[in-house]
């Protein structure tokens, strides 16, 4: 494969993925997914729709009836285990992991693909493992045995096992589950920090607001085997909820100083309409798709350099929208501020404005000018 | 005194799991009808080691041709039932797993009793031994793995079904023993026993024995992916089906060896590795060879103790419960236990 070939090949892929138990109902039908490196993919849908299944056939621990999972290219089936799993990485639920080993003897287990049938690990492999630790701040957890720790230490145990494979892909399997508000933070943030750093995500949720506040892409299964992909604010939309949930929902802004978050108000259980009987939608197909053009400025404000490139690559992206750009930076804290006055289509501005609302560590808002964007 | 890290031994450990079978086994060579001083063993071995003669016969007999296969026996089997023990309950990530769960020591038990029933000798009840335990395991695989079924509850389940199984077959071979010489000849033989050690039967266990437990050593990092559930293990990217077909094989040769050679030891599989794991947690790395190590001491102890105690040879299974029960349940309680 030549180095354009590979470049146009997107880092993880499922091509129209058809999977079925035996002797049961079609859970999945015709699922097609693409995710580039440092992106984040949240699958979503209720109880029973497939999620789980959905990363199982992805990972191969199930086979696909049809279709089939791409890495790079390359067929996951026919991958050599010891290779797949070197680049592709996966984090279970906490409360399925059994063994009880010290914290730092389970991550070190992430190497297992590293290291050979009669060996133990190296010195580099238990770096590799304090390094992990150190970065995910769960160095103090070390010589604690796992059914000593918290439920949301021991998911943060995981990741790091599964960082310890030095993956490009993470795998997590509702990650957030059974944790508490601050640990499902936690974990969140380690998620987006670990995309940030170009690991590319995927998990399972059940929350569409974090989807909406973590995910540039999502995935929703209904239980009909329906499934729909596409950038995830196109994909959670009130209508979107109710048809794959069976649940009115809102959809609103809650704005903090730093930046607006989306959130997803549950109204009621949605009654009558069964929910096969319209299919799922992207927003902009509906017809209702904010086409009109407007003028807007995004001010960023970067906390550190560490994200620059991110910001830069959003920019450059979208630079057909940009009529202007002024950067600042702020020698005495070392920060930088940067606005960008745009013209365009509101759909395209948002999107804009939710991929940089998706990197950590930055203060994200956009301003739309009076007569153009009437919200919802 | 710890362990590192990674669950590594420390070098006192060390040095303390190779020292201490070999000083447990100069004792026990001492020890008997006739008292040996530790000095004079030594004397023996090392004259038997550089091919010479020791300076009373009957003392280099007694040592070389009585104690020292019968101890050397008992330091394979303590260890091979030790480390199969552990490998079991690590497997089946089930603290109550013991070298039986698939049916071997049942399996190979009820040879032993068809070959004493037929009339064998020693190494025709070994062989039979051996050939029904591996029966047992392949009938247990046999019934409890198959596509789509899957999960190690079933190999669980099924193992206790044959091993049942094969407990009413010995029961049936003793209702058919000749009362008067055959059914005492193989109840004793049940109840365990290191009395027909001699170098030719060693000769035909030992080596299946030694080589199942330098396996486990060899690849007992890896051994930590095998409590792990389905998914994990098989996104460690290793081979785990192998791995723990590996496993079964082996912890099933060392086994029926060891039935074989000595009848049904209990306790052992169970005891030492728990006490292991209390000592030293649940990494393969220390528990395996930890396993190996107290499984030879421990062994060798309670055989010196069943043929000095008193005149008669007490069966060996009713002293590692006598001697394992209490010693089990006082480090329980003062370790906290743990957890697999």
């Given amino acids: 494969m030549s180095e354009m070939e590979r470049k146009a090949q997107a880092l993880l892929k499922i091509e129209k993925g058809c999977f079925a138990y035996k002797g049961g109902p079609q859970i999945l039908k015709d699922i097609n997914i693409e995710l580039e490196a440092g992106e984040i993919l949240a699958v979503l849908g209720p109880n029973g729709a497939g999620k789980t299944t959905l990363l199982r056939c992805m990972m191969d621990m199930l086979h696909w009836q049809s279709g089939r999972s791409l890495l790079d290219g390359e067929d996951i089936r026919s991958m050599p285990a010891s290779k797949l799993w070197r680049r592709m990485a996966y984090v279970p639920q906490a409360r399925s992991a059994a063994a009880s080993y010290t914290a730092f003897q389970t991550v070190l287990l992430g190497r297992s693909s590293r290291i050979g049938a009669f060996s133990a690990p190296s010195e580099a492999d238990m770096k590799v493992a304090e390094r992990v630790m150190e970065r995910l701040g769960i160095a103090h957890l070390a010589d604690k045995p796992c059914h000593a720790i918290s439920g949301g230490e021991l998911q943060m145990v995981l990741i790091a096992r599964a960082m310890a494979a030095e993956p490009e892909i993470l795998v997590l399997d509702e990650p957030e589950s059974n944790l508490d508000f601050k640990n499902q933070l936690i974990v969140l943030d380690t998620m987006s920090a670990l995309a940030a750093e170009g690991v590319a995500c995927i998990f399972n949720t059940h929350y569409p607001a974090h989807a909406l506040q973590r995910a540039g892409k999502a995935l929703m299964l209904t239980k009909g085997g329906e499934s729909i992909f596409g950038d995830t604010t196109a994909v959670v939309t009130e209508d979107n909820i109710r048809r794959a949930f069976g649940v009115n929902a809102l959809i609103g802004e809650v704005e903090t100083p730093h930046n607006i978050m989306k959130n997803v108000v549950a109204v009621g259980v949605s009654e009558g309409r069964a929910a096969g009987n319209d299919a799922l939608q992207t927003a902009g197909a509906e017809g209702g798709r904010k086409t009109d053009d407007v003028l807007a400025s995004i001010t960023v404000i970067m906390h550190s350099n560490e994200h620059a490139a991110l910001i830069n690559n959003a920019f450059r992206e979208y630079n057909h929208l940009l009529i202007g750009r002024m950067g600042l930076p702020h020698r005495r804290s070392e920060k930088y501020i940067i606005t960008v006055m745009l013209e365009g289509p509101v759909a395209d501005i948002e999107a804009l404005s939710h991929r940089l609302g998706l990197i950590p560590d930055i203060s994200v808002k956009t301003t739309y000018e009076q007569e153009g964007y009437i919200h919802g | ?340």
């Avoid at chain 2, 074989?260 to 599989?269: D, F």
């Avoid at chain 2, 102890?301 to 006082?330: K, M, N, Q, W, Y």
């Fill in chain 2, 1 to 340: 005194m710890s362990l590192r890290r990674d669950g590594r031994l420390g070098a006192a450990w060390i040095v303390i799991l190779i020292v201490l079978p070999f000083v447990t086994a100069i004792i026990a060579l001492g020890i008997g009808r006739m008292s040996i001083a530790p000095g004079e063993v030594f004397d023996v071995l090392r004259a038997a080691l550089s091919g010479g003669h020791a300076s009373s016969e009957l003392i280099e007999k007694t040592v070389m041709q009585l104690r020292l296969p019968r101890i050397i026996l008992a330091m394979l089997v303590g260890a091979g039932l030790s480390v199969s023990g552990c490998a079991f309950q690590s497997l089946f990530a089930n603290p109550l797993a013991t070298p039986d769960t698939l049916g071997v020591a049942s399996g190979a038990a009820f040879g032993a009793a068809l070959g004493i029933l037929l009339g064998f000798n020693l190494i025709g009840i070994q062989l039979t031994g051996l050939a029904m335990g591996g029966a047992a395991v392949a009938l247990t695989w046999l019934a409890g793995s198959g596509k789509d079924r899957g999960g190690l509850s079933y190999i669980v389940l099924s193992g206790i079904m044959i091993g049942s199984l094969f407990s009413a077959l010995i029961s049936f071979v003793k209702f058919v023993a000749d009362a008067e010489s055959e059914l005492p000849a193989i109840t004793y033989w049940l109840m365990g026993g290191l009395d027909k050690a001699n170098y030719r039967t060693l000769s035909l266990g030992a080596p299946v024995i030694i080589a199942g437990v330098i396996l486990f050593m060899l690849i007992r990092w890896r051994m930590n992916l095998l409590p792990l559930s389905d998914d994990e293990a098989k996104a460690s990217g290793v081979n785990v089906r192998l791995l723990r077909a590996v496993t079964v094989v082996a912890a099933t040769a060392i086994t029926a060896s060891c039935v074989s050679m000595c009848g049904q030891v209990g306790w052992v599989g169970l005891l030492i590795p728990h006490m292991c794991r209390m000592l030293f947690g649940n990494n393969h790395l220390s528990i395996v060879p930890a396993s190996v190590s107290f499984g030879a001491v421990f062994m060798i102890i309670v055989d010196t103790l069943a043929r000095s105690i008193s005149a008669a040879e007490i069966p060996v299974s009713i002293l590692t419960a006598i001697i394992g029960a209490p010693f089990f349940i006082i480090l329980m309680r003062r370790s906290g236990g743990w957890r697999l």
